[in-house]
């Protein structure tokens, strides 16, 4: 069975702080997605990473993707209350299946 | 990106009736996915909706409990039956994006809750 370990399961920081969230897994993906949930929406896709050791910034938010395509990082630099939200990693396994980390709970307090 | 919209949005049920959500998008998609979000956890897929043919259940899931229709290429429904109090979650529909890599856009979610 496939699995996406996330870490950590919750964060709770101060408004400037930086932060990383992590996505593990034994298995190699051929795509991986990082999605925001916000209380009462469903996900929305932030990034999309595909090659090996591939890095892709969004304003504030850098994505890493693996060297070996199993793992990868969200760093967030100067938190902002708008980025509370739930993180969510996803990996394409195959066709157009995906599963999905348990994600990481993130509050920013002003 | 598509758009998707779910209804409703919440419902309060009973044990032991039934509650169908629909999910429509703003454009037509092969494959329409239904997913669930127990509270604090994250998305465990329920099936694979396809237009014309009998959906895909995930293990776990039957379809006597989980009915789905897909009558065309934007709309599709899920039909939670005779409910208890664990199916009280949030159910989200999504719907592949145009990229080759598995992104998919999601619905605002049906929190469903059983008493």
């Known amino acids: 069975t496939q699995l996406l370990e996330q870490s950590p399961q919750f964060l709770s920081i101060q408004e400037g702080e930086n932060l990383t969230v992590y996505c593990n897994s034994s298995s190699v993906f051929s795509s991986l997605q990082w999605y925001r949930q916000e209380p009462g929406e469903g996900p929305v896709l932030l990034v999309t990473?595909?090659?090996?050791?591939e890095v892709k910034k969004l304003k504030r938010l850098t994505f890493q993707f693996g060297d070996a395509r199993k793992d990868s990082s969200l760093h967030i630099t100067a938190a902002q209350p708008g980025d509370t939200g739930l993180y969510l990693c996803a990996g394409a396994t195959g066709g157009f299946k995906t599963i999905f980390g348990a994600g990481t709970r993130l509050f920013v307090k002003a | 990106s598509a758009v998707i919209s779910q209804k409703p949005s919440r419902d309060i049920c009973q044990r032991g009736t039934s509650l169908t959500i629909q999910c429509q998008v703003d454009s037509q998609v092969t494959m329409m996915f239904w997913y669930r979000q127990q509270p604090g956890q994250s998305l465990t897929l329920i099936a694979t909706?396809?237009?014309?043919?009998?959906?895909?259940?995930e293990s776990g899931f039957v379809i006597d409990k989980f009915p789905i229709s897909r009558p065309n290429l934007t709309f599709s429904t899920l039909t939670v039956s005779n409910m208890s109090p664990e199916d009280s979650s949030i159910y989200l529909c999504?719907?592949?994006?145009?990229?080759?890599?598995?992104?998919?856009?999601f619905g605002p979610g049906t929190r469903l809750t059983v008493l």
């Open positions: 909706a396809n237009q014309g043919s009998e959906a895909t259940y």
């Open positions: 990473v595909v090659t090996g050791g």
């Open positions: 999504s719907a592949p994006g145009q990229g080759a890599y598995n992104e998919q856009f």
